[in-house]
């Protein structure tokens, strides 16, 4: 199972980017997926999630109304939209493959992970 992230970079606050998490090697429809972020000196914490087929989304309260996890399991891909970016998104965004249908926030429901890309946002 290989779970590559693409999109991260340098932006200014209010810029906007797109996540990308490309997924081989798993049956990706059947798997609920989630977008995870570590910052400096912090533990790594949930940002979204999304169900098997895209019906069922959630967020942390952070990004809420500022982002947008979606997937295309045509293209076995899954994305992160975030908008309106703040310093304090500045972190390593990390996809993750859940064996729940509608995975949920703990990080030990997820088995499968990707390596992460870096996302900063200057003041």
């Known amino acids: 199972v290989q779970l590559v992230e693409s999109g991260g970079g340098l932006v200014q606050a209010g810029d906007s980017l797109r996540l990308s998490c490309a997924a081989s090697?798993?049956?990706?429809?059947?798997?609920?997926m989630g977008w995870f972020r570590q910052a400096p000196g912090k533990e790594r914490e949930f940002v979204a999630a999304?169900?098997?087929?895209?019906?069922?989304?959630s967020y942390t309260d952070s990004v809420k109304g500022r982002s947008t996890i979606s997937r295309d399991n045509t293209k076995n891909t899954l994305y992160l939209q975030m908008n309106s970016l703040k310093p304090e998104d500045t972190a390593v965004y990390y996809c993750?493959?859940?064996?729940?249908?509608?995975?949920?926030?703990?990080?030990?429901?997820?088995?499968?992970w990707g390596q992460g890309t870096q996302v900063t946002v200057s003041s």
């Open positions: 993750a493959a859940s064996g729940n249908l509608r995975p949920g926030v703990g990080q030990s429901e997820y088995l499968y």
């Open positions: 090697g798993l049956t990706f429809n059947t798997y609920g």
């Open positions: 999304i169900s098997w087929g895209g019906s069922t989304t």
